[in-house]
């Protein structure tokens, strides 16, 4: 009997699917399809097991649809662009190019022997020509709808990587990459008008019903709705050409406690001051020095220039409230200007006590004692009451505001029915919550202040990126025709390869021959658009170029049709938002440039977010304190301790942390495959954990994985060899019980329950070890567990069912079917319990007589001592559930 090898098995069976072509995807209007994603990953050099984990995850589905006579579209490729390639250009030399290609020679040739079922014919790396050659061509015909446009922004700009950074790429204030401090800019965009669509991006969510909850309610409140108003502040003795402040709030009920104006560094009139006054532009010129993420914001230290400008309060025309640049407010929310109410906003609030601003109550708690003052700051004796806007509870948003009382150490939640308006319009009362801000609105509008206006938190998307590995821009610069689009003949407009990184910023922008061109309009010299493509372009339409890789238009409309939508996509939660959004934008637009049917507006129709695969960090000290991290192949473990094999010295062990390259805890599936094969690291990635939640990895959790495997080949083995007779009783046995087991693994894999199915697969097995049927009966049951194994474990799937003399392959093999029949018990096991305690199991047929089950449950042993020769007064039977004995 042969022992199981996986390094013999692997192979094998690798090349006789390839040989086969077995998970080529063709169109085939004749079958259903199915259309698997991973998210595509970036070369940064190598995979490890948490790239294992995911794409294994898709394989698991792709193989059973496969099974289930579904035709499978499940394709690989690389998100290839990005400054990762340009840093290490810069720090090793070499080329963005070299660099990314080679990286994705390595992680492919890591890949294939993990068994996935990919279509690796439509594999490409969006660094190709090819590939964004047609985004470039998107990009055209997005220009041509009003998609695109071109304005002045401000933007989040790394001093020392020489770019722009989008939001996300920006950490603490500091750019991801180089750590240097984000300064604030202004400089000439290219934008996608996603925020156009923001009203049927946000509605269109509820129709995602295979979405999880929580990444819904990332998106919509990325996308941010609100009902607010929209009013002036009449300027005093304004600059010329300024008489009015724009305001645009959520919360119109709190504008009775309205203490100064802010406005952004770039607003009309900051920028109006600055050029005439050298202290207001040092001050804006410090305030552009933070980030323009929410995040930065609202960790820096808020710092105000008071103009010395005044406005009057719409409501009382001798209420003059100051006007400040603050450095927490930006241009591009709402108006770039707010006012402040401090006794109900926790900024504001700050605000106005390093300025020394007056603090005005609009509410407070039903019951409270005279209005708030706050003379000295002394929160204990002078409770500010600071109502929040609508927070979330569960994915649901609560039906009415929640306020806060300060104090110095706590804040404290009031209901809001408990709470009173002191300070209404006009003295009127208003409720609390969401009837006080449109109370206030319509009080406002009836008064001619403003009027309800509707906005969304969503931006237009800035793709302008000043970097050099990026899909070029498609238009030039003509000095007699301004900005022209480059003619889709030209395309692609293809990046030099004769670049340096030696000096800092865009190497485009140095590179006359490539930079300097002919106007595609009049023919005059011109230049090229030197800015690229921000990396989120890449992947927000990688999923429609799989239908038709290497079509000379972006997509083939057939193809489209037939392959759309994605029917599960997976991920990490990572890319809940930014990703995600981009991606169902791109696809509205590509629908209006006739590129995808309407059908596909959203693409992904089921999304699953994966968990993260950990491992422990072993640790020990350096030179000048530092940490040298080890990696695991590094270390030995002795009775929960960890020694460097080279040399025997002990290091410290950091329990179960994100694999991270920075920390050396990754697991290279390399060696995983050298050591155990790939059935195994497959097996335990699904094995250990629900999807959605983080697995551990442990060299112990491999071990045993590997082990079963190998029990399972063994059980194959010598059942192939068996010819044990028929035995009725056990055969029939066996078989339910395998009938059982179809029915279980199939829910689990239906349903995301991978760990669940396999639970399964375990009982089975040891089943079907123990079983004593026969060997016709074993034999079908041991090719029925090949086929369930076969989506985790397909090498030994394929080797099992060879040996128990399957016809032709497993991963061709339809999957089996459970037998209802078989599914009924004809006999129920149940609890006899004494006064109310659990003393016996009786099994009994099902249809048994409630006075047979009786005399069964009193004559089991248990139940005889339990009595001690009492006389049960009772006994209740619950048909298929319970008897209950009264003594």
Same mark, same amino acid.
């Given at each position: ?41 970036? $070369? ?21 649809? @496969? ?91 790394? $001093? ?91 919360? &119109? ?34 305030? @552009? ?13 808020? !710092? ?5 400008? @005044? ?53 407070? &708690? ?37 306020y806060f009382k300060i104090t110095k150490s706590a804040y404290v939640p009031l209901k809001s029915q408990d709470v009173q308006y002191v300070r209404g319009f006009a003295g009127d009362p208003f409720q609390t919550g969401e009837q006080a801000i449109e109370a206030a609105i319509a009080f406002c509008e009836a008064n001619g202040v403003g009027q309800g206006v509707t906005r969304f938190r969503l931006r237009d ?23 022209? $689009?480059?003619? !889709? ?59 038709? &890789? ?10 489209? !049709? ?98 991270? !390259? ?6 290279? $599936? ?218």
């Amino acid at each position: 009997m042969s022992r199981y090898s996986a390094a013999e098995i692997e192979p094998k069976w690798q090349k006789v699917w390839d040989d086969a072509g077995l998970f080529r995807a063709e169109r085939d209007p004749s079958r259903p399809k199915y259309y698997v994603l991973e998210m595509f990953p970036y $070369p940064s050099g190598r995979i490890h097991i948490g790239h294992v984990r995911n794409y294994t995850m898709g394989d698991v589905v792709a193989r059973y649809k @496969r099974s289930t006579g579904h035709n499978v579209l499940h394709p690989m490729g690389f998100d290839a662009f990005g400054m990762p390639a340009e840093n290490a250009a810069m720090a090793n030399g070499g080329h963005p190019k070299d660099w990314t290609y080679s990286n994705i020679d390595t992680m492919v040739a890591q890949m294939k022997p993990l068994g996935f079922s990919l279509d690796w014919t439509r594999m490409f790396a969006t660094c190709d020509p090819e590939y964004y050659g047609q985004q470039q061509a998107l990009f055209l015909d997005f220009l041509e709808k009003g998609l695109v446009y071109r304005k002045n922004a401000v933007v989040n700009w790394d $001093p020392v990587d020489m770019t722009v950074l989008a939001n996300e790429q920006v950490e603490n204030g500091r750019g991801w990459r180089s750590g240097a401090l984000v300064e604030r800019r202004e400089l000439t965009q290219w934008f996608f008008k996603i925020s156009d669509h923001a009203e049927d991006l946000l509605e269109s969510l509820d129709g995602l019903d295979d979405w999880p909850a929580k990444v819904k309610l990332m998106q919509a409140n990325w996308i941010g709705k609100s009902r607010g108003l929209q009013f002036a502040f009449g300027l005093i003795d304004a600059p010329e050409g300024f008489d009015r402040v724009e305001v645009y709030t959520t919360r &119109p009920d709190t504008l009775m406690g309205a203490s100064f104006v802010g406005i952004s560094p770039d607003h009309p009139l900051a920028k109006h001051l600055e050029a005439r006054d050298p202290e207001v532009a040092a001050f804006c010129a410090d305030a @552009r020095q933070g980030g323009t993420t929410a995040e930065s914001i609202e960790t820096a230290e808020k !710092k105000g220039y008071d103009t010395g400008l @005044r406005v009057r309060h719409p409501f009382d025309t001798a209420w003059e409230l100051p006007v400040y640049i603050a450095n927490f407010i930006l241009m591009d929310y709402g108006t770039g200007a707010i006012f402040g109410c401090p006794a109900h906003d926790q900024r504001d609030l700050d605000f106005c006590i390093k300025y020394s601003l007056p603090v005005i109550e609009v509410f407070r &708690p039903e019951g409270a004692h005279a209005p708030v003052s706050i003379p000295d700051w002394e929160f204990d004796h002078n409770p500010v009451y600071v109502g929040q806007e609508l927070i979330e509870f569960d994915g649901e948003r609560e039906p009415e505001a929640t306020y806060f009382k300060i104090t110095k150490s706590a804040y404290v939640p009031l209901k809001s029915q408990d709470v009173q308006y002191v300070r209404g319009f006009a003295g009127d009362p208003f409720q609390t919550g969401e009837q006080a801000i449109e109370a206030a609105i319509a009080f406002c509008e009836a008064n001619g202040v403003g009027q309800g206006v509707t906005r969304f938190r969503l931006r237009d998307w800035g793709l302008s990126r000043q970097r050099y590995w990026g899909c070029p821009i498609p238009v030039v610069h003509c000095p007699d025709c301004g900005v022209v $689009p480059e003619k !889709k003949e030209n395309l692609p407009i293809e990046l030099p390869d004769d670049v340096s990184f030696d000096i800092p910023g865009n190497p485009l922008d140095r590179h006359p021959t490539w930079r300097d061109c002919a106007c595609p309009s009049c023919g005059g010299a011109a230049r090229r658009e030197t800015d690229t493509m921000d990396t989120f372009v890449d992947s927000s339409w990688y999923f429609a170029r799989f239908t038709a &890789p290497r079509a000379d238009t972006p997509t083939v409309m057939e193809d489209a !049709k037939y392959w759309m939508n994605v029917d599960q996509y997976i991920g990490g939660i990572e890319h809940a938002i930014l990703h995600l959004l981009y991606a169902r934008f791109f696809a509205r637009a590509m629908h209006i440039c006739g590129h995808l049917p309407s059908t596909a507006n959203e693409p992904f129709d089921a999304l699953f977010t994966q968990g993260m695969v950990t491992h422990a960090i072993y640790q020990s000290e350096g030179g000048n304190s530092r940490p040298v991290y080890h990696y695991p192949e590094e270390v030995e473990l002795k009775d929960g301790r960890a020694y460097l094999k080279d040399g025997g010295r002990e290091v410290t062990i950091i329990p179960s942390a994100k694999m991270s !390259k920075s920390k050396n805890n990754v697991v290279d $599936p390399v060696q995983i495959i050298a050591d155990y094969g790939a059935d195994t690291a497959r097996w335990f990635v699904l094995s250990d954990s629900p999807p959605e939640r983080d697995v551990e990895w442990t060299a112990a959790g491999a071990e045993a994985a590997a082990r079963h495997l190998a029990r399972v080949h063994r059980i194959a083995a010598e059942i192939a060899e068996s010819d044990a007779p028929a035995d009725g009783k056990e055969d029939a046995a066996l078989l339910r019980e395998m009938h059982k087991a179809i029915r279980d693994v199939t829910l689990g894999v239906e349903s995301f329950g991978f760990n669940a199915s396999i639970a399964r697969l375990y009982a089975f097995t040891a089943t079907l070890q123990k079983s004593q049927a026969g060997a016709g009966a074993k034999r079908e049951a041991a090719k029925v567990l090949a086929q369930l194994m076969s989506p985790m474990t397909p090498h030994l799937a394929e080797e099992c069912w060879h040996l128990l003399g399957g016809e032709g392959l497993v991963a061709s093999a339809p999957w089996p079917q459970a037998d209802e029949a078989m599914l009924v018990e004809d006999s129920v096991t149940m609890p006899v319990q004494v006064n109310g305690k659990r003393r016996a199991e009786i099994t009994v047929p099902r249809d048994m007589p409630a006075d047979e089950v009786e005399k069964l449950a009193l004559a089991a042993d248990n139940v005889i001592r339990a009595l001690d020769g009492a006389q049960p007064r009772k006994i209740i039977v619950v048909p298929g559930r319970i008897v209950n004995v009264v003594a």
